[in-house]
């Protein structure tokens, strides 16, 4: 089973939850938020590089070249400009499409590939995978894809998703069972979670609502959520014993036990 | 015309609550470029003059009746956005490789609304944001757009600041807010996880050579770690411009729509000196 956690608002618990549901239930884990992964800071678990993410990249050939600008005209990054006799390459806007070769009619293109990121893997009491994009690269979605290649469907797999609505996160909950969506009960948090169900409803993916900090903000999440018949999974309450653990990198259900029982009882309700 | 970026790395350290206390304290154009999870606007209530529709990239559709199910833009899709003779939009780049292999001719590039770019007027002045469709792409052209409305309303206004809300992370919708800024204030948190993101998310200010301050927020929920921020810092050269402590009245603000200058006295004056402090790096540069 996958369970994607995710939320549209950053900084609301979703590794919290991902990391506490793993160790409760003995899941992996799946760090797709790979511009900032937080996950094996509460695992600590020894990581090992076991691939690279590559995209692929034009490499020219100047020699064949005849410079007619067909590959740049193709090209819809604009991330290539042809000049009279030289060849301008942008790597960071190029998408790896390989269109630029097929369009090529010298055969003046090769492929190479450029390196954007790392998948890390480890385990201890917990196996967990994760992804890394390099700094200054833009795009996130190779290296979650690539990450979500590990996946084993038949264990129970949890995904801690990257905040926001966009594309990382998107390509994240593709193809998951269930997405909990983890909000704090502020207008910020309503307002981002209002954007991630509607994403989650528009895939068809079953969903439910926790709700960290519970007891700061006021009401209107609960209200939303009982409006529109979303079931609130559970409700974590604003603690400064759990903000410190946090701060600590210690997952809460190691030190507050009767949390380990709600977390597994929260699997239960998902299955 | 100098701009000044808010980022985090990671989420939910309160970019957004400082953003909107620095609208009380200068006269600048703001925009928020957290655009598929924005929240300024819930605090500075904008009166929308004129929403501008963003086409990003465009998205293969198949025409059914052409298709003669050859497989071939299935095979040429380095997206995996084609399966069963169909485009999965979320995942099409929009790169129009599949138009170009379809031997009938049964695949056309559609245009399409994937967001909007909203021009305002606020209590504290001009205001743009942007924002995606629930589930659209191509954020960070969506940004770009933000940035370039909020630099022709700053010339047209005479204003000479732009301030910028801009999204957790270090990818794309992260180096188009800041990518050629002047200044990058980097809102840290006393945590384990924060201090990592904020160490990944300086080497990208860093990377496109864009000049970074910190200021730690909360830091007194665990003044041990906001000690390892302050030595990270010290020995990078660094400025830390300020500390603000853990307070509810952020959080109470919020609630009310306000931001805490216009909330608290006692916080607002911690709001001056922060912004003293960046207007002083701004002007120094």
């Not at chain 1, 409700?235 to 410190?244: D, H, L, N, T």
């Not at chain 2, 559709?61 to 833009?73: L, V």
């Amino acid at each position: 089973m996958i369970i994607t956690v995710a939320s549209g608002k950053g900084g609301v618990g979703k590794t919290t939850v991902a990391v506490n549901l793993a160790i409760a239930t003995g899941a992996t884990i799946y760090d797709c938020d790979v511009e900032e992964p937080n996950a094996n800071i509460f695992l600590k678990v020894n990581l090992q590089k076991i691939e690279d993410v590559f995209l692929m990249n034009p490499v020219f050939d100047l020699n064949k070249c005849t410079f007619c600008r067909e590959c740049a005209e193709f090209c819809r990054y604009h991330a290539i400009a042809v000049l009279p006799s030289d060849i301008l390459f942008f790597p960071e806007l190029c998408s790896g499409c390989g269109g630029c070769k097929i369009v090529c009619k010298h055969d003046a293109i090769e492929e190479g590939k450029r390196k954007i990121g790392e998948i890390y893997h480890g385990k201890n009491e917990i196996e967990i995978y994760q992804g890394l994009l390099n700094i200054g690269e833009a795009r996130a979605t190779p290296v979650i894809n690539q990450l979500k290649k590990h996946v084993d469907k038949k264990g129970i797999a949890i995904l801690d998703a990257p905040p926001g609505n966009g594309c990382p996160a998107i390509e994240t909950m593709h193809g998951s069972d269930f997405v909990i969506l983890v909000t704090e009960p502020t207008p910020f948090g309503l307002h981002d979670l209002k954007i991630a169900v509607d994403i989650v409803r528009k895939f068809n993916i079953p969903f439910g609502v926790i709700i960290n900090r519970y007891g700061i903000g006021d009401d209107s999440v609960e209200k939303y959520c009982n409006g529109e018949g979303i079931e609130i999974l559970m409700k974590i309450p604003y603690s400064r014993e759990i903000a410190e653990l946090y701060s600590k990198g210690i997952p809460f259900v190691k030190e507050i036990k009767e949390w380990r029982k709600k977390f597994v009882e929260l699997y239960e309700a998902i299955k | 015309m100098k701009q000044i970026v808010v980022a985090s790395g990671k989420g939910g350290t309160g970019k957004t609550s400082i953003v909107a206390s620095f609208a009380s304290l200068t006269k600048a154009v703001f925009t928020d470029c957290d655009v598929d999870a924005p929240n300024l606007h819930l605090i500075l209530k904008p009166e929308i003059i004129e929403k501008i529709p963003y086409e990003g990239m465009e998205v293969a559709e198949i025409n059914e009746e052409e298709c003669i199910k050859c497989g071939a833009c299935q095979k040429a899709c380095r997206f995996g956005a084609i399966e069963n003779f169909m485009v999965t939009e979320e995942k099409c780049e929009g790169c129009g490789v599949c138009m170009l292999v379809c031997p009938v001719n049964a695949i056309e590039m559609k245009k399409r609304v994937n967001g909007y770019v909203h021009v305002a007027n606020t209590r504290f002045g001009e205001f743009v944001y942007g924002l995606l469709i629930p589930g659209e792409e191509a954020s960070g052209k969506l940004v770009a757009l933000v940035r370039q409305k909020a630099k022709e309303i700053a010339e047209r206004k005479d204003k000479n600041l732009i301030i910028i809300d801009a999204p957790a992370g270090i990818g794309c919708p992260v180096i188009a807010s800041l990518s050629g800024t002047d200044l990058a204030v980097i809102i840290a948190e006393p945590t384990m996880a924060a201090i990592h993101d904020m160490e990944r998310i300086l080497e990208v200010a860093e990377h496109f050579k864009v000049k970074a301050v910190v200021c730690i927020n909360k830091y007194d929920i665990n003044e041990e770690m906001t000690k390892k921020i302050e030595e990270y810092c010290r020995e990078r050269g660094i400025e830390i411009i300020g500390k603000i402590p853990f307070n509810r009245k952020f959080t109470e603000a919020m609630v009310k729509g306000k931001n805490i200058v216009e909330y608290d006295k006692e916080l607002a004056d911690l709001m001056k000196e922060i912004w003293k402090k960046v207007e002083d790096m701004i002007s120094q540069k």
